[in-house]
């Protein structure tokens, strides 16, 4: 599987503003790790690779970036634009930071305004609400504690991100656990972090040293093929070293609570990060319901839920789901109108989707919206419908999985 994407962009950010040298193996080659990569040089730091998925940063500990020249271009990838905005938070310069038409759609005062408490100036359009976001920020931050109202790993980072440039403990409280990739790497890196239930606090001003990263398979692209193998007759495959964190496997456990026969094994660890295998084969599938709690740990799967769900037997019933309609596109109507268009039974709610399983899906021409999860989803739909379906804006699965296709592909009996 491709590395992992919200590991891959965390591993650069740290990096360079640790002390020396980190490599970084299977690192993710694709659009929104690279835009990483782009916005981390445009700020002074050396960055090698990816070279077969090597990279290696030369990072100059928190006080080594240097003002950028140009804007920074977070391109599609809202993980860029917002564990970056935290980083120059702490920085004694002016930056300005873009991104394409989706990304400067999206909400970033749930950054910006705890930012500006821990004592950036930030500006921007309504407010610093919308990118481009112009940042002058100051190396000795005020600590934060703060309670975020929506539980997101890209604020909680941002804020974790700001927190090294703050004297003391800056903390941040969730209304449920989002992905934790930033505090265990923030650890590995030598950073204090301490965990309790819903609350991070991270210890500012810490000496990060230079490390090793091996970047686990991404579970969340390894979803589109299981998923296939689930739909899909006479189905048997494998994905090996997947990243297993539990705040990521939500998607394995309501594949199972809907009766696939989906198995994880070999399951080890590689740094701080858990992984494993794991093995799909042809299933019939029951519909579920997946309520709030369980949203944050399979937030980018609903999409492949949603196809999932529309091939199983029975009601399946998402709710808590809003914060879909702020990602890459409103993946709550884009896969209510898609699937729609292919023949499901789906129903769009105000936070979630009803999805009437069993219907015979037929092939047709649907639309990614330029979201390279919709995208894929639609493309393992297509697999599960009868004749042909076209996928207008495919070319976006470079966003996260470059050669989507072509596994696909290779998997063809
Ligand atoms: C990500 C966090 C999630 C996820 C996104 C990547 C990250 O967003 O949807 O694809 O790398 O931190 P939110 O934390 O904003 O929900």
């Known amino acids: 599987m ?3 994407k919200s ?17 970084i193996e299977n690192f993710l080659a694709a659009d929104d790790c690279l835009a990483t990569i782009r916005c981390i040089r445009a700020l002074g730091i050396r960055v090698e690779g990816p ?3 090597r990279v290696r940063v030369r990072g100059c500990g928190l006080q080594g970036l240097r003002e950028p020249e140009e804007i920074l271009d977070a391109g599609n990838s809202g993980t860029t634009m917002r564990l970056l905005l935290g980083i120059l938070a702490g920085q004694p310069f002016f930056s300005v ?7 400067r759609r999206r909400p970033m005062r749930r950054v910006t305004d705890p930012l500006r408490q821990m004592g950036a100036t930030v500006l921007g359009r309504d407010n610093a609400a919308f990118a481009p976001l112009a940042i002058l920020g100051r190396p ?38 989002s992905r934790d990739h930033t505090e265990r790497m923030l650890r590995e890196f030598g950073a204090e972090i301490h965990v309790d239930g819903n609350a991070v606090a991270v ?35 494998t994905v090996i070293d997947v990243g297993l964190n539990p705040t990521r496997t939500g998607i394995i456990e309501v594949m199972k609570i809907m009766g696939a026969d989906i198995e994880v094994f070999a399951t080890r660890k590689i740094g701080c990060e858990p992984i494993g295998n794991i093995r799909a084969r042809s299933s019939r599938l029951v519909g579920t319901s997946v309520d709030k709690n369980l949203v944050p740990r399979l937030i980018d799967e609903i999409p492949v839920l949603a196809v999932l769900a529309a091939v199983a037997d029975g009601v399946t019933v998402i709710r808590g789901a809003e914060e879909l309609r702020v990602k890459e596109s409103n993946r709550l109507t884009a896969m209510a109108t898609e699937l729609a268009r292919l023949g499901a039974d789906v129903t769009e709610t105000r936070d979630g989707l009803i999805i009437k399983g069993g219907a015979t899906l037929q092939g047709t021409t649907v639309d990614s919206y330029g979201d390279h999860r919709i995208a894929m989803a639609l493309a393992v ?22 050669g989507f296709f072509e596994v696909l592909n290779s998997l063809r009996p």
């Open 140 to 177: 000795d931050l005020k600590p934060l504690c703060y309670t975020s109202p929506v539980a997101s790993a890209q604020v909680k980072s941002a804020i974790l991100l700001a927190g090294l440039f703050a004297d003391g403990y800056t903390s941040i409280t969730e209304p449920a656990r």
């Open 381 to 402: 739909a297509g697999l599960a419908a009868r004749g042909r379906t076209t996928i207008r804006g495919a070319e976006c699965v470079s966003i996260s999985f470059p």
């Open 203 to 237: 210890k500012g001003r810490p000496q990060l040293k230079g490390t090793e990263i091996a970047v686990p398979g991404d579970i969340s692209s390894a979803a589109f093929l299981l998923t296939a193998a689930l739909v899909l007759p006479d189905a048997d495959i």
């Open 97 to 103: 930071l873009t991104g394409d038409r989706s990304l």
């Open 7 to 23: 590991i891959s962009h965390r591993a650069v950010m740290i990096a360079a503003l640790a002390e020396g040298e980190t490599v």
């Open 51 to 53: 070279d077969n998925g």
């Open 2 to 4: 491709p590395g992992d």
